[in-house]
């Protein structure tokens, strides 16, 4: 990144190369479109190229671009408001050996954890996407939030046992 913010702006493709795969991830976890992820991880690399000015040596890049794209992400849900259902695949926890009836288990199990997951405030969602789904470390979480890392385990503790909560009601059970 270093060689993009002085100039060397052919350097970019490369750091799209090796990080376009997670925030793709990371978009697709929170819109639950594949259209809209892409766009956005393309506006997340236009900003970094336009405001490469403002990363700062020694700073994590990772970090840096989650921030970045965090801020695109904040700006197009004002923009458009949507509503949010978690995508289908890549939620998949069959075992394509196991028997008929724990794959619908499963399934059903993971249609759950779907819904709750789309039920919960963006916040606490957002947290439970970087350190569950993307394997953020909490310092680049803390980062990314302009937080402390404490606070970061606080809130990802937090979001973990309201998605406990959500899940074990829309199960009917009590969570223990």
């Given amino acids: ?3 993009v913010r002085a100039g060397d702006v052919g350097k970019l493709e490369l750091l799209f190369d090796r990080h376009h795969r997670a925030l793709f991830r990371y978009f697709l976890h929170l819109t639950s479109n594949r259209a809209v992820s892409e766009d956005l991880v393309q506006e997340v690399f236009f900003r970094i190229l336009k405001y490469r000015h403002t990363y700062q040596p020694g700073t994590r890049f990772c970090a840096w671009m989650f921030q970045v794209g965090r801020n695109v992400h904040m700006d197009h849900a004002v923009r458009h408001k949507a509503e949010v259902a978690l995508p289908e695949r890549g939620w998949d926890v069959r075992s394509p050996g196991a028997p008929p009836d724990l794959q619908a ?3 059903q199990e993971a249609a759950l954890l779907r819904r709750a997951l789309a039920a919960m405030p963006p916040e606490k969602r957002e947290v439970i996407v970087m350190s569950r ?3 953020l470390k909490y310092e680049d979480i803390a980062a990314v939030l302009k937080c402390e890392v404490g606070a970061v385990k ?3 503790y937090r979001a973990l046992r309201e998605l406990s909560d959500r899940f074990f ?3 009917g059970e009590r969570a223990s």
Avoid: E, I, P, T
Wanted: proline share 0%; glycine share 0%; net charge neutral.
């Fill in 105 to 107: 288990q499963s399934r």
């Fill in 1 to 3: 990144m270093l060689d």
């Fill in 133 to 135: 789904f993307l394997d």
């Fill in 154 to 156: 606080v809130r990802v």
């Fill in 169 to 171: 009601a829309l199960c």
